[in-house]
C-alpha cells in the first residue's frame, strides 16, 4: 500500500470507513484521512491488516497532497464515490 490509495476499514468502531492513505510508517502503519472525522492534520493511525486494500489510487490527490494544495474539502470530494452506504 501506498500513499494516495483508497482503503476500508474492515475492523474498529469505523468499520467500512473510506480512507485515503497519506502516509505509511516504518512499522507497517497507515496514516488514514477522510476529510471530515480525520482530516489531514489529525490522522487516524491504523494497522495495516485491518483495512481492506481498493487497489484505486487517486494519483491527483496523491500529488496535491505533496505539494501541500489539499484541503479536507477537496478529499471529501474525491472520496464520496467510493462512499458505502
Do not use: C, F
Not at 1 to 18: C, F, L, P, R, W
Not at 20 to 37: C, N, P, R, S, W
Not at 43 to 64: D, F, M, Q, S
Amino acid at each position: 500500500m501506498e500513499t494516495g490509495s483508497v482503503v476500508y476499514s474492515k475492523a474498529g468502531h469505523d468499520i467500512n470507513q473510506v480512507y485515503l492513505v497519506i502516509g505509511v510508517t516504518e512499522k507497517g502503519y497507515l496514516e488514514l484521512a477522510d476529510g471530515k472525522i480525520r482530516s489531514l492534520t489529525n490522522p487516524k493511525i491504523k494497522n495495516a491488516k485491518h483495512v481492506r486494500y481498493t487497489g484505486i489510487k487517486l494519483t491527483e490527490a496523491k500529488e496535491k497532497y505533496e505539494q501541500g494544495k489539499l484541503m479536507d474539502s477537496d478529499l471529501v470530494w474525491y472520496l464520496k464515490p467510493y462512499q458505502i452506504k
